[in-house]
């Protein structure tokens, strides 16, 4: 008796493992209420935000925080002039995958 259901639970186990491997019961939602696939999207977006903020040599070491929430991009943080505001803006929404930008930037004082 205690070698079946030895065995019982060795496939049980086996079998949530292989489906968990595979994906399955992973369509889940995020504290935020997305799905785990929007969020990693999300996530990949901001990824490229930021990548085409460092690779704008103007913009590169300034205070710049990208947040991604279903393709809608918000930049905050604080940079020098009006003219970075604007270009920052214009670097995030020519990243392919963003729907709208959302621009929170500041004018140092």
Excluded: F, H, W
Excluded at 61 to 82: C, F, H, K, R, Y
């Amino acid at each position: 008796m205690r070698v079946l259901i030895m065995l019982s639970a060795i496939v049980l186990l086996a079998g949530c493992a292989a489906g968990t491997l595979l994906g399955a019961g992973q369509g889940g939602r995020s504290d935020d209420g997305r799905s785990y696939a929007e969020a990693r999207n999300d996530n990949l977006l901001a990824a490229k935000v930021n990548r085409a903020m460092v690779r704008a040599k103007e913009l590169r070491a300034q205070d710049i925080q990208v947040s991604v929430l279903n393709a809608v991009v918000t930049l905050t943080g604080t940079v020098p002039n009006e003219g970075s505001i604007v270009q920052a803006g214009r670097v995030a929404q020519s990243v392919n995958g963003v729907k709208t930008v959302i621009n929170n930037l500041r004018g140092a004082p």
